[in-house]
C-alpha cells in the first residue's frame, strides 16, 4: 500500500501561557491527503487553519500527534532532517505571498533550485508557470513593482517549480479577482487531478466546492 503524501494523525497543537490554561489551537485532527487529490480546511479566521498549514509543512512540530509525508514521520525527525526532505516533498506558500525584495519575478521562482544549481535548468518551467498564473509579462518585475495578487502568484509559482508530491497553500484566492481567483483554482484543480496532493485553506467558496474533500474548523 502506498502511503498518503500527507497524512496527520491526532493532532494537536496547543500554547503555553502564563498563568492561564493553555491556548487550545487544534485537538486531536487527522485527515489524510492522497496522491491527486485536493483537501480544504474551511471555517472561520482564527479557527487554526494556518497553524494546521504549517504544522502539515513540518514549519511548526504539532504538541501532540504525528505528521507523516509518504509514510516518513516527520514530526518525530530533527529540524535539519525535515527541512532537507522538505525541500524535495513539499511546496509551501503562505498567505503573504512573501518575496525577496532584491530580486525579479523569475528569480523568487527559481530560488528553491538555487541549492542544487539548477536554475538554469529550470528556467523555462519558471516562465512557464508564471505564464499559467497570468503573471508571464511581470517576470522581470520586482515585488515593490506587483501588487499584492501578483506577488501572491509569483510565490505560488515558486511553490510549484520542483513539482512537490504535497502542495500546501493559505488562502490562495483571498487576494485576487473573481477572473483571477477562478484562474488558481483551475490550476490547482489540474495540478491535484495530475498527481500532487493539494492542502489549502479557504474561504473562497468556489475554491471550497473545488476540493474533493474538506474540514470545517470551528
Do not use: F
Not at 471555517?43 to 487553519?49: D, L
Not at 498549514?53 to 504538541?63: F, I, N
Not at 490562495?172 to 489549502?200: E, H, K, M, W, Y
Amino acid at each position: 500500500m502506498i502511503s498518503a503524501p500527507l497524512a496527520l494523525r491526532d493532532v494537536s497543537i496547543r500554547y503555553p501561557r502564563a498563568g492561564a490554561p493553555d491556548l487550545v489551537i487544534i485537538e486531536n485532527l487527522s485527515v489524510d491527503v492522497p496522491a491527486g487529490r485536493m483537501h480544504c480546511l474551511a471555517g472561520r479566521s482564527g479557527s487554526g487553519k494556518t497553524s494546521v498549514l504549517k504544522t502539515a509543512a513540518g514549519l511548526v512540530r504539532p504538541t501532540s500527534g504525528s505528521v507523516a509525508w509518504s509514510g516518513v514521520v516527520v514530526s518525530a525527525q530533527s529540524d535539519d532532517a525535515t527541512t532537507a526532505l522538505r525541500r524535495t516533498h513539499v511546496g509551501y506558500l503562505d498567505q503573504g505571498g512573501v518575496l525577496i525584495d532584491g530580486l525579479t519575478s523569475l528569480e523568487n521562482v527559481l530560488l528553491p533550485a538555487v541549492p542544487d544549481r539548477r536554475s538554469r535548468d529550470l528556467g523555462r518551467r519558471g516562465r512557464d508557470l508564471l505564464g499559467r498564473l497570468g503573471v508571464g509579462a511581470r517576470s522581470r518585475s520586482h515585488p515593490s513593482e506587483l501588487s499584492g495578487g501578483e506577488r501572491q502568484r509569483v510565490a505560488l509559482a515558486r511553490a510549484l517549480l520542483l513539482e512537490p508530491r504535497l502542495l500546501v497553500v493559505d488562502e490562495p484566492t483571498a487576494s485576487l479577482d473573481r477572473q483571477n481567483a477562478d484562474g488558481v483554482i483551475a490550476l490547482l484543480r489540474s495540478i491535484a487531478d495530475a498527481g500532487t496532493a493539494v492542502l489549502v485553506s479557504a474561504h473562497d467558496p468556489q475554491l471550497i466546492d473545488a476540493a474533493d474533500t474538506r474540514t470545517v474548523m470551528t
